[in-house]
């Protein structure tokens, strides 16, 4: 039985396959607490990739409410709910312990519970890869359905709770998540497929279909935890997210030949994105990066988690929790780090602060960066505690060590001369 290491479970797990690790990785990390919804990346991603016949109801990026929107309609919820009783009837539980955390193998501690691929490949009558299931096309049909639909009481949608509150927790919320393939490290399409045309790009962890291949079985549809493969009826084979690989490639004259960040990512207007390639050990962990913007935030601070770890395929997405929403719906979303995750951000470090103004600041993908220390602008209270602030200069070099951005803490004031004041 083929076995792989997963470092977000803290353990090795069952996949189909036998190990093996791209150069570099796509990643991205996305900080929930800045999204405003605007869609701006669902529609860049739309019209460059897919405007054509067949496509219509394809959004290889969304933004959906939680905890009610999704796309496909409750796709995470049904999965969930799936693997539920697959543990009941296993007589498992879908817990982490959280006190075996040991250093980069095992950041978050260890899961107990059993993946997609293990509730699949324990199971009796043994059909498919991973657990899964395939969206009605009304599932698909309303990509943003509960746009700003609130839980107040007792998990009732729309009915708010009127009680004064303060964080850590507000009783009425929802929070913006924006999601797209997050090019797994044990991708769950690629498992699934039973022709082989799903493969992952060892320069650099980009999974793709391969066009030719495919069949249109939607197998990968249905086996990909995330429902980010789509299937086209207009030419009977699934599609999914490209990771703009031309740009990541660095063939968009734009950023003369360097990899640049993809369309969602630059297109950003909350700035709450920022995306990347980490350098990979050949066992699949990171290689130390310590001035890498996703290495500092993912491995050094630990303020961005993977999305819904426990499903198993090591998605290459994180995400910074948004603080105001109940800790145990982000646990189960982000795993056992959240209250950590939280905890940095509510204070952010001196170098936390300037790293988070890095996200959305040039369309070069940020290979390191440096902080050059300033003045200390302001003070408070924070949980008791003293926190400065301090007016820091961040600076970001690109793959051949060229300054792409340089970017302070404080955005600068401009004062416009008074010969303009009357000149509209
Ligand atoms: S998110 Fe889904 S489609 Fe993307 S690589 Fe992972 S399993 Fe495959
Ligand atoms: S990376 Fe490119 S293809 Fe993928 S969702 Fe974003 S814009 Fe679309
Ligand atoms: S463009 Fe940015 S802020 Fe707007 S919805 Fe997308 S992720 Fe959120």
Not at 192 to 219: M, N, T
Not at 227 to 255: H, L, N, Q, W
Not at 293 to 317: H, I, M, R, S
Not at 351 to 374: C, K, M
Request: aromatic content about 12%.
């Amino acid at each position: 039985m083929p076995e792989v290491y997963n470092w977000q479970l803290g353990r090795p797990m069952y996949y189909p396959y036998q190990e093996q690790h791209p150069r570099e990785q796509f990643a991205f990390v996305f900080n929930i607490n800045r999204c405003i919804a605007c869609q701006t990346c669902t529609m860049s991603c739309k019209s460059t990739w897919t405007f054509s016949k067949g496509q219509e109801y394809m959004w290889w990026n969304n933004v959906e409410s939680k905890p009610y929107g999704g796309y496909p309609q409750a796709w995470d919820a049904r999965l969930l709910e799936l693997l539920d009783q697959a543990h009941q009837k296993a007589g498992r539980e879908a817990v982490w312990d959280a006190t075996r955390r040991d250093g980069a193998r095992q950041p978050y501690g260890v899961f107990e519970g059993m993946t997609i691929f293990e509730a699949a490949h324990g199971a009796e009558q043994r059909e498919e890869v991973a657990l899964g299931y395939e969206p009605s096309d009304e599932e698909w049909s309303s990509p943003n359905i509960y746009e700003d639909t609130a839980v107040g009481q007792k998990g009732v949608p729309g009915v708010m709770a009127f009680q004064p509150v303060q964080l850590p927790e507000h009783l009425t919320w929802f929070f913006y998540l924006a999601r797209l393939c997050n090019h797994c490290t044990y991708p769950a399409c690629l498992a699934a497929c039973p022709r082989q045309a799903i493969y992952k790009r060892p320069e650099d962890g980009i999974v793709l279909i391969d066009q030719e291949r495919c069949r249109g079985y939607r197998k990968c549809v249905a086996q990909c935890p995330y429902k980010r493969p789509m299937f086209r009826t207009t030419t009977r084979v699934s599609e999914k997210c490209i990771a703009c690989y031309p740009r990541i490639e660095g063939k968009d004259p734009i950023t003369g030949g360097e990899p640049m960040e993809t369309r969602c990512m630059t297109a950003c207007v909350g700035k709450i994105r920022l995306q990347g390639l980490v350098k990979l050990n050949g066992d699949g962990s990171w290689a130390e990066d310590r001035r890498h913007p996703l290495y500092y935030l993912v491995k050094v601070e630990k303020v961005a988690l993977p999305l819904y770890p426990q499903f198993g395929t090591e998605p290459n997405g994180y995400y910074i929790p948004p603080r105001w929403a109940p800790r145990p719906y982000l646990r189960q979303m982000f795993g056992p780090g959240v209250d950590e995750a939280i905890e940095k951000y509510r204070a952010p470090s001196r170098e936390l602060l300037a790293v988070l103004q890095l996200f959305r600041t040039s369309q070069h993908i940020i290979y390191r960066y440096e902080i050059i220390e300033g003045q200390k602008v302001f003070e408070t209270t924070i949980n008791g505690k003293k926190w400065e602030m301090f007016n820091d200069t961040v600076v970001g070099y690109n793959k051949s060590g060229k300054e792409v951005v340089r970017v302070s803490v404080e955005e600068p004031t401009y004062i416009r001369p008074p010969i303009h004041s009357n000149s509209i």
